[in-house]
C-alpha cells in the first residue's frame, strides 16, 4: 500500500509505501535484477541480452502512476492522497561491476541527454510538478542493488528543499535583481579557496555553507533552469565536470576507492510556473568525514533541521581541489 | 548527439524504456536495440518541444 499523509505540523507531504519492505536486498551475483537477461539464465528487469542505457518503472515504487486508494480516511486535520507520481529506475550500463565514475565521459554525456529526456517526457504530465533525477551509491546510502543505476521521481508536488530554494532565489531576486546563484558563483570564484573544478559552463566547489564535509555543488554558470535548457556542448561540459567530481571523491582516501554518496538534481518545477530567478545544479552528499569515520544526521541534524559540520569548507574545498584529475580552467 | 528510444511493457504493465546512441553501440548493442518490438500503446505524453516542432 502507498499514500500520502499531511504532516500539519511541518506542513510537507509524507510517502507510506508498506510494500517496498519487500524490494531486492543484494541479491547474488546470477539473480541481479538490472544486469541484462541471458540465453537461458535468470530473467531480469530487462529482457535483452545487452542494452545501453534502460529506464523502468521501479517495481517497488514510491508513486504510482495509477495509485491505489489510500488505506485510511482523509480528514480536514490530517488530510490523506494517493500516492499519484512515477518512481523510475535508471541503469547506466550493463555492466554490473562499473560505476558511474569509471564510464567514459562519452558515456556520461548519453546519460544526462536520457535525464534530459526524462525530464521532459515525466514533466509533461499533467500529474507531476516536479522531477525529481538521483544517486544513491553505496551501502552506507542504504543501496539494496549494487549495479550501477540511478532513480528518478516525478512528485505530484515541489519538495520541501526545493521549495525552499525557490522561495530564497525569488526573494533574493526581488531584493536585489539578481539572481542568487549568479551572486554565489561570483563569491566563491573571487574567494577561490572552495572551488574544487570548472570549466566553462559549469564551476564545481564545497559551498561556504556546506552540511556534509565533502559536499559538492555543480552549478551552471548561464541562466539554465532545467537540464532540457543545456546545448549539447553544454551537456558535454556537464559530463566532464560530474566525471571529474566523482573520480576525485574516488582517489581523495585509499581506504575508500568508491566513495558512497547522494547525487541529486535541483531543477525548476514543472507546474507550468516561470523560475528564470533559479538555477540548473547538482549537489553531492558523501556520507564519510574521514576514510572510517561515517557524518551521522543525528540529534541536532534530524530533530532540529541543523546541520553540524565537523570541518571547514575551506578545508575539504582544497583537499578535493588538489586531489586528481584536475579541471581548471577558464 | 543522435539518441533513440523504444518502448516497450512489461508482463505486469510496468514500461521498459531503451536507450540508442547509434554513434557510439557496439555491433551487439545495434543488434539487440533493432530487434526490440515496441509497444503500440501510447505511453509518453508529447513534451512541449515535440509539441512545437509539431505546430
Same mark, same amino acid.
Given at each position: ?8 505540523? &511541518?506542513?510537507?507531504?509524507? @510517502? ?14 546470477? +539473480? ?18 545487452? +542494452? ?16 491505489? #486508494? ?7 486535520? #490530517? ?6 507520481? !512515477?518512481?523510475? @529506475? ?9 560505476? &558511474? ?6 558515456? @556520461?554525456?548519453?546519460? !544526462?541527454? @536520457? ?39 516525478? +512528485? ?7 521549495? $525552499? ?14 539572481? &542568487?546563484?549568479?551572486?554565489? &558563483?561570483? =563569491?566563491?570564484? #573571487? ?17 561556504? /555553507? ?15 533552469? =532545467? ?8 551537456? =558535454? ?7 571529474? %567530481? ?31 530567478? /533559479?538555477?540548473?545544479?547538482? #549537489?553531492?552528499?558523501?556520507?564519510? $568525514? ?17 546541520? !553540524?559540520?565537523?570541518?571547514? =569548507? ?6 578535493? $581541489? ?9 | ?13 510496468? /514500461?521498459?524504456? /531503451? ?31 515535440? $509539441?512545437?516542432?509539431? %505546430?
Amino acid at each position: 500500500m502507498s499514500e500520502l499523509r499531511w504532516n500539519p505540523t &511541518l506542513e510537507e507531504w509524507v @510517502v507510506t509505501a508498506t510494500h517496498r519492505q519487500d524490494r531486492t536486498f543484494f541479491p547474488p551475483p546470477d +539473480y541481479n535484477p538490472l544486469a541484462p537477461t541471458k540465453p537461458g539464465g535468470f530473467p531480469t528487469e530487462i529482457p535483452a541480452p545487452t +542494452y545501453e542505457i534502460v529506464v523502468f518503472e521501479n517495481k517497488f515504487p514510491s508513486f504510482r502512476r495509477t495509485p491505489p #486508494e489510500p488505506s485510511v480516511p482523509s480528514t480536514p486535520l #490530517e488530510p490523506v492522497r494517493p500516492a499519484e507520481g !512515477i518512481c523510475e @529506475v535508471v541503469c547506466y550500463t550493463p555492466h554490473a561491476d562499473k560505476e &558511474l565514475a569509471q564510464l567514459s565521459v562519452t558515456k @556520461v554525456e548519453e546519460l !544526462i541527454w @536520457v535525464w534530459a529526456d526524462r525530464f521532459a517526457a515525466l514533466g509533461a504530465r499533467e500529474f507531476v510538478q516536479y522531477v525529481f533525477i538521483f544517486e544513491n551509491k553505496g551501502r552506507e546510502i542504504g543501496v539494496t542493488l549494487s549495479h550501477p543505476h540511478g532513480q528518478i521521481y516525478a +512528485y505530484p508536488f515541489i519538495p520541501p528543499i526545493p521549495q $525552499r530554494e525557490l522561495n530564497a532565489a525569488k526573494k533574493h531576486f526581488e531584493r536585489t535583481g539578481r539572481n &542568487l546563484y549568479d551572486d554565489i &558563483l561570483q =563569491a566563491e570564484l #573571487e574567494d577561490g579557496r572552495r572551488i574544487v573544478a570548472t570549466n566553462r559552463s559549469f564551476v564545481a566547489f564545497v559551498p561556504f /555553507y556546506a552540511r556534509y564535509p565533502y559536499e559538492v555543488h555543480v552549478v551552471a554558470r548561464s541562466s539554465h533552469t =532545467a537540464i532540457t535548457d543545456l546545448d549539447g556542448s553544454k551537456r =558535454a561540459d556537464l559530463a566532464r565536470i560530474l566525471k571529474v %567530481v566523482m573520480e576525485k571523491y574516488n582517489n581523495l582516501w585509499p581506504s575508500k576507492p568508491s566513495l558512497p554518496y547522494i547525487m541529486v538534481m535541483h531543477q525548476r518545477p514543472t507546474d507550468g510556473g516561470t523560475y528564470n530567478y /533559479y538555477r540548473f545544479h547538482i #549537489e553531492f552528499y558523501p556520507p564519510y $568525514r574521514t576514510p572510517d569515520k561515517l557524518k551521522y544526521l543525528a540529534g541536532s541534524e534530524a530533530g532540529a533541521g541543523v546541520f !553540524i559540520n565537523d570541518t571547514h =569548507a575551506e578545508d575539504t574545498g582544497r583537499t578535493l $581541489r588538489d586531489t586528481p584529475p584536475h579541471l581548471l580552467e577558464e | 548527439m543522435r539518441m533513440q528510444k523504444k518502448i516497450t511493457l512489461k508482463e505486469d504493465g510496468r /514500461y521498459l524504456i /531503451y536507450y540508442h546512441f547509434p554513434d557510439t553501440a557496439t555491433p551487439e548493442e545495434t543488434e539487440a536495440f533493432e530487434a526490440l518490438k515496441e509497444t503500440e500503446e501510447s505511453i509518453e505524453p508529447e513534451t512541449e518541444e515535440e $509539441r512545437k516542432a509539431r %505546430v
